[in-house]
């Protein structure tokens, strides 16, 4: 793998998940999790730049790159380094480095560089082009990593494929992706790229949204849609939710007047759903107190398997490149 | 030992002293300072998470980690990470994240959590019933060590005791702790945590301040009070001087008329005792110059043993966890 | 070598260089970096203090200490931690810890502190006298290695130094330092330190820049000084491109009538000189794309030997000290 942006950096779908779960399951019973090509004498080294705040992506990549002997430094970009992203511009204002340097520069002290870049909400045709993204691994020498981008959030959806092929009981297993409320306004990057996952797995997809909530045709042409919520968990044995605000009026904060929180009740519609969320969450706002503490909810054994989905794409990319 | 938040978590006080004063000395003639159990292909993980600034709290337990072979990641968690402590409540607010996923997913790729967390010194009850910490405790699936909460310096005592332990000149000395001045409402917890500590240990306690700087009941019960500082210095062999803001009078600072200030002239009074300090120290405030740079001074001694406390805590969770 | 915050604590310079040469050999074969006297047993620790921001300083010697199999540990200590450095001072205003503490704690943990501290750019004589990084090192028991002081940046011209040396085609090339225009009052410090390491070498140096703009007479006394950019340029072999703010009327923005941006055109005055810039560098401002994206530019290399002039100063410091 040369990097990991998208599913489409992704040679074999299959293989990615399984070495996920083999690499959980040696966890759990402790045997040696290194990677044989890491070399104490020669440790490879991951720069983690965060221009947009991180917790559990931070945590589980950091624990991931420690976990195959790699050198980690994390970097809050966020403040004070200002990029300039366009080409021939006289940089007389407020951007002290074009993305040029700051990614050539990076790529002379990281083996991986990873990147976590939110939209603006504001200019879409921005957002959607991944403009900060590209543009990074356009100029970077090494592989560029997502820890979420504007409109994709890979090592998540990665996880979320992972904990359904744990956890699936037929074959074909019916996931639903719900949208749920929330008072701000959030990025579509979550919904965007779970679909494109689920989208190359052997699952019934079923998206579920109020009027407004529609995400962007090319991720959805094709996936069923229905916009009854009930009507949707119907023999559901995922439910993933997931708040997102308007593509089609971009930014915007949706509130529909038909109540889209996910509630035990609805869950009983369901065939035994495990509900799943990519957190943090708000409770009684996107899902009920009574769904989160029910055993079957697999929030957090969704946070234990960042780990695992990271350091299989680390591990992935530096068998390709050392 | 299962936590470390408060000196109740401590099997074996004396052992535990011991234990860091048998690292130190390891320490000093540069002998293995690894633990056994440390395993260079299963690290354990450290997760610091700073509710509240820190410096020296943060470079001890850092290290202490490292000795120990830990992989270590610390997160200023003080800017933007608004958790909810309150369970049933409709998220709607500023708060992103309930402590239940918080504490949770931090479990997920933590062996073992460090938290600190300031008082509000505004709200006296929440902050005695240690709402933070103790939630964070109750959520989370592995040990949870202090880095200063509300009401208690846990780490800080630890070392205070080992050093001590490792200066006294009789085998029960006089140990005074001093209220000293300082412009800004500091919270109670050094103060608290101390006296803790030291009824524990075979000294003898005085507490000397000014009326109006009691100590909470449950801290002060059967401890020797002395309102004249001087008479409380006579024949002392550790002078411990810390400010803290009222109890009484939450979070008030306190300013008496007379002058608290430690000086050399009151240190003559003393039975030529060691002056301690946590710092970070405001330098003719609490503590005259003439005192702080006397080489009896025994600041920079208890900076360096903070990172031999802290590692005989981790290894004491380790040894029991793992 | 005992400390590293200027061209006067190297006592053999020639040496120091090669010594960054023959780990970036070393580094490109892969051959073991590891310093024989590092010890995964008694790792060495190396304490980074940010005061001001840093990108390609703190990732480079952060490297090159993970490199030398030290642990790292930086804190950005720019906000919040307020340090008096007068002595004698009654501290009840908004400073809570005295250099004296603060050295004297971080040197309890740390076997080689990195500082990192820009000028005022207002109180010159302050600046100039660089009470921070002098006060710390005074009162730190251990090394202090400069990651840019208020009027140097040895560590940014030891990797100068560095590349010149590597990439000189002549016995003594001539190498042009050059102002360039800027919309911020930047420090003097890279060319302060530049004109220093320069002076030591075998070169023909040459310092241009326009009037109002000369540097610090004890820096540039018997420094050949053009006015004349593109004389200047005639026939130089490296062309290093700077702005700062002036010295004489200090800190104010220096705006020529002339063009002083380096261009292609100017370029071509040189005997195909090699383009050097320490970085960040704004685009069309300090010198046009044409310029940076020429194959001959030596940005990203020199960005590259920060990591091994980092190492180079850490093994020197480490055989000496440990």
Request: hydrophobic share 40%; glycine share 4%; net charge negative.
């Amino acid at each position: 793998m040369n990097h990991f942006t998208s599913i489409h950096d992704v040679p074999n779908i299959e293989a990615l998940i399984h070495k996920a779960l083999s690499i959980k399951h040696a966890s759990v019973f402790e045997s040696p999790i290194v990677n044989p090509k890491s070399n104490i004498q020669n440790p490879k080294t991951l720069v983690l730049l965060f221009f947009n705040p991180s917790l559990r992506t931070r945590l589980s990549t950091e624990k991931a790159g420690l976990n195959l002997g790699m050198n980690v430094i994390s970097m809050n970009a966020d403040a004070g380094w200002k990029i300039e992203f366009e080409d021939g511009v006289v940089m007389d204002g407020d951007k002290a480095e074009h993305v040029r340097e700051a990614a050539g520069v990076v790529s002379q002290y990281a083996d991986v560089i990873g990147i976590r870049t939110f939209p603006t909400l504001t200019d879409r045709e921005r957002d959607y082009a991944e403009v900060v993204l590209r543009q990074f691994q356009k100029h970077a020498t090494v592989p560029v990593i997502s820890l979420e981008s504007a409109t994709l959030h890979p090592l998540q959806s990665l996880t979320d494929a992972v904990t359904i092929e744990a956890h699936k009981k037929t074959a074909r297993p019916k996931v639903v992706l719900t949208w749920a409320p929330h008072p701000r306004a959030l990025p579509q990057a979550v919904a965007n790229s779970f679909v494109e996952w689920m989208k190359a797995r052997d699952v019934e997809l079923v998206v579920t949204h109020p009027p407004g909530a529609e995400l962007a045709p090319q991720f959805v042409d094709n996936v069923q849609i229905e916009y009854n919520q009930r009507k949707a968990f119907e023999g559901a044995d995922f439910i993933y939710a997931k708040n997102w605000s308007s593509y089609t009026d971009y930014g915007r904060i949706i509130s529909p007047k038909e109540n889209w929180t996910v509630t035990a009740e609805k869950m009983a519609l369901t065939n035994q759903a495990r509900f799943m969320h990519c957190l943090p969450v708000r409770r009684n706002v996107v899902v009920e107190d009574a769904v989160l503490d029910d055993p079957s909810c697999l929030i957090f054994e969704q946070a234990k398997n960042r780990e695992f989905a990271a350091q299989a794409v680390l591990e992935e990319i530096l068998n390709k490149h050392t």
